[in-house]
């Protein structure tokens, strides 16, 4: 597997080990930090990259710098270059995950809104052990966050302490991944994914107001299963219940891609094992990324 040798921090390449940030910039004393996990799919045929939904995941990091109050933005173009950069000078020979944070530098107080900064790291990323198998979830006791306390819908690493303790739970529980409930008591979605199930056929996820991460994959699948069936998936609020009623479910997200789940709280879904809607939509989903079908080319950026 090839390895990172480069790292990019505020436009700049530095070798991989030397990136360092204050101890005491608001990024770590405040965690004033929005990020994006992305992809570049290797086309082994061509040798190119291809960067997936760029310009989604970019959007959905400048709506965290707002919302955070952030003393400036990046625009869409400066980080495409900046990628780039990054990716060409790795030299990757397979798949490309991608880290890029941006961040508080400055060093103050709480309110403090600057300077800004950021870091871009390429990084392979190992296949998943539940991509065939398929994975266990135990519903956690731990609540998601709220939208009027700490917003789930950016991708800032605040949200993540929640998304912590929940991993940390279902690991000390025995399951391989955990699922939260919003205070009111519906799914909302799993600590680094978003959830999906089937139930009499049709497919069905929480709704947007379900406390969850607006998921640039969760979107992929809605357009896809839409373009493939004719039918429209449910986005609606679902009770915790209807959990134990699936026939298929699982998970979706840039790094998890789709990981089926074959039981919830030791309740087989289904009967246990892929459904036919998760291997569809699997299969579509890496033809889609890797560019195999020519459909969405306006989701596939050349590196
Ligand atoms: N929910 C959470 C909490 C996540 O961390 C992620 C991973 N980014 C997702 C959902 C999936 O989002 P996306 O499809 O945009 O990667």
Redesign the pocket.
């Known amino acids: 597997m090839w390895q990172p040798k480069l790292i990019m921090m505020n436009g700049q390449l530095l070798p991989f080990a030397e990136a360092g940030l204050h101890p005491l910039s608001l990024a770590v004393t405040y965690a004033t930090t929005v990020f ?2 992305l992809r570049a799919y290797h086309r082994p045929d061509t040798g190119q990259f291809w960067l997936f939904r760029l310009s ?2 970019i959007r ?1 990091l400048q709506h965290g710098m707002k919302l955070l109050r952030f003393d400036g933005t990046y625009e869409t173009d400066y980080l495409r270059d900046c990628l780039t950069r990054l990716i060409q000078a790795n030299e990757p020979d397979d798949d490309v995950y991608i880290r890029l944070l941006v961040y508080i530098e400055g060093t103050g107080l709480m309110s403090t809104t600057g300077p800004i900064g950021f870091t871009a790291a390429a990084m392979p990323r190992e296949k998943s052990r539940f991509d065939d198998t398929g994975m266990s979830l135990g519903v956690s006791s731990w609540q998601r966050l709220s939208d009027n306390a700490c917003p ?1 819908r950016i ?1 800032s690493t605040a ?2 302490l929640n ?1 912590r303790l929940v991993s940390h739970q279902a690991r000390a529980d025995g399951y391989d991944g955990a699922l939260m409930l919003t205070p009111e008591g519906k799914v909302s ?6 959830f999906f199930m089937v139930r009499d056929g049709r497919l069905i996820t929480p709704d947007r107001s379900s406390n ?9 699948i809605l357009t896809r299963y839409r373009e493939l069936t004719g039918h429209r998936a449910e986005e609606r609020a679902v009770d915790r219940s209807e959990l134990y009623f699936a026939e298929e479910a699982f998970l ?5 891609e789709i990981l089926p789940v074959t039981s919830i709280d030791r309740l087989p879904v289904g009967n246990g094992t892929v459904g036919p809607i998760t291997k569809q939509l699997r299969e579509d989903y890496f033809a889609i990324v890797r560019g195999t079908v020519p459909d969405h080319p306006e989701w596939r950026t050349l590196v």
Do not use: M
């Not at 979706?252 to 998890?256: E, L």
């Open positions: 994006e996990g989604e995941h959905r789930p991708k949200n993540y998304a979605e799993a600590p680094i994914a978003c969850i991460l607006e998921s640039i994959t969760r979107d992929t979706c997200g840039t790094g998890q």
